[in-house]
């Protein structure tokens, strides 16, 4: 089993729309949890950091269950330029404090 | 704030060249910088993470002495790819983090191509 696993989609949604990604992590020890989206052939950007009480940013909530182990995005009336591949990625917290990617999970958002 | 520069974007060269490539945290001090590789609609690969001072962590399957890393101050990390062949071919991305807890921000990466 993957320590960070998340719906690869693709997921095809209409401008407008609200979708949401699920992302699951495996160590309980997992200390800290950020989103990040990869734009094709490019770097990934850091899109927001997840807190346990839930954050928002403008169209974006990200939400954090210890007991269950998962993290979630939700984006709201969709924008063709939200069309990227999101990444989720946990940190351990330890000494060598590595962050485990997520696959990613991608999304097209259509006009 | 948290701006990664990497250097070069784009690299072609022939088989046997040796090859670097500097990461560098512009406007603060990483005291860990981390290195990656990602093949085409695939995942990042962690390849190694690095520590100012003190010598890089690889991960299992990466060869050090293949893919030397030097982070000599707060603020540069580099990787040279040794005697490159097409096989290294991919693109490579650093990271750096100011600290434990914090994000990752990712420099441009850089696209190898060898010959």
């Known amino acids: 089993r993957k320590e960070v696993e998340q719906d690869p989609g693709p997921f095809n949604v209409p401008e407008g729309a609200t979708v949401a990604f699920n992302c699951t992590y495996s160590?309980?020890?997992?200390?800290?949890f950020f989103w990040y989206r990869q734009d094709c052939r490019k770097e990934p950007k850091l899109l927001m950091s997840?807190?346990?009480s839930g954050n928002e940013d403008g169209r974006f909530t990200a939400q954090l269950n210890r007991a269950s182990q998962y993290i979630s995005l939700l984006i709201r009336d969709s924008k063709l330029s939200d069309s990227a591949t999101y990444l989720c990625v946990v940190n351990r917290g330890t000494n060598a404090g590595k962050s485990t990617f997520g696959d990613g999970t991608t999304l097209t958002v259509k006009p | 704030g948290a701006v990664v520069s990497q250097h070069p974007s784009r690299v072609i060269c022939k088989s046997g060249t040796s090859v670097k490539i500097e990461c560098r945290s512009l406007?603060?001090?990483?005291?860990?910088m981390f290195w990656y590789r990602q093949f085409p609609k695939k995942s990042l690969m962690l390849m190694a993470t690095s520590n100012e001072g003190s010598k890089a962590t690889y991960e299992q399957g990466v060869e050090k002495d293949k893919f030397l890393i030097n982070h000599a101050s707060l603020t540069l990390s580099t990787l040279t790819v040794t005697s490159a062949h097409p096989e290294d071919s991919s693109f490579y991305i650093c990271s750096a983090r100011v600290a434990e807890g914090q994000p990752q921000h990712f420099g441009d990466g850089t696209r190898l191509s060898i010959l």
């Open positions: 997840v807190y346990s």
């Open positions: 160590n309980s020890a997992s200390q800290s």
């Open positions: 406007d603060f001090q990483a005291t860990t």
